[in-house]
């Protein structure tokens, strides 16, 4: 079974931004409709319909990430500090959904959900990864070390929010890099497990 699962990742920063409520985290989920009989009917349809991740690759699920960050400053003695910061997180997931018909064959029936909750997993660890990223960022620029001046505190925010934004997409592609290596003989087993199970009722 060839790779249909991918990361639609989107990251940014704006500092400073509107305001945010701290820690705080949007999740919204989007499904899209596949229709087919046969899990080959409902495969293309994934290929068809699926979101588009550019160049019109399209994908069977997709998590964007936005963090949205707010600081302000305050004169210290001799420069400028931090006088709050507060990191936003927004999750859109979109997934894939499919009305059997009343006529769909029970091995369709078995593969589909299995697919299905493969990618709704898939996609809820990047949200996890992206979550456990959120008080990280949050809690560094909090402990920064006041600068000279207010512009040269503010261009630190920003560095170092780059950074680890960098961090969090370098571990987001990891954890694809390696979904990308197990996870047909993931699907295999746990098709073959299912099928065997229904075939011995």
Request: hydrophobic share 35%; with cysteine; net charge positive.
């Amino acid at each position: 079974m060839k790779r249909i699962l991918a990361l639609c990742l989107t990251v940014g920063a704006t500092l400073p931004a509107t305001h945010a409520i701290s820690g705080e985290i949007r999740e919204r989920t989007t499904f899209f409709m596949v229709r087919g009989k046969s899990f080959d009917d409902l495969y293309r349809e994934l290929g068809m319909k699926g979101p588009d991740l550019g160049q019109g690759e399209r994908h069977a699920g997709s998590t964007d990430v936005a963090f949205k960050a707010n600081a302000t400053y305050k004169p210290t003695t001799g420069g400028c500090g931090i006088a709050h910061a507060e990191v936003r997180l927004d999750l859109h997931t979109t997934l894939p959904r499919w009305s059997g018909p009343k006529n769909g064959s029970r091995e369709t029936q078995i593969l589909w959900k299995i697919l299905r909750d493969d990618i709704a997993t898939h996609e809820a660890e990047h949200s996890r990864i992206a979550k456990s990223w959120l008080k990280r960022i949050e809690a560094t620029i909090r402990s920064l070390k006041p600068q000279p001046s207010c512009a040269r505190m503010e261009a630190l925010v920003n560095s170092e929010t780059r950074a680890l934004l960098k961090q969090h997409d370098d571990e987001q592609l990891a954890f694809d890099a390696a979904e990308s290596k197990r996870i047909d003989a993931r699907l295999e087993r746990k098709i073959n497990q299912q099928l065997h199970r229904v075939a011995s009722r």
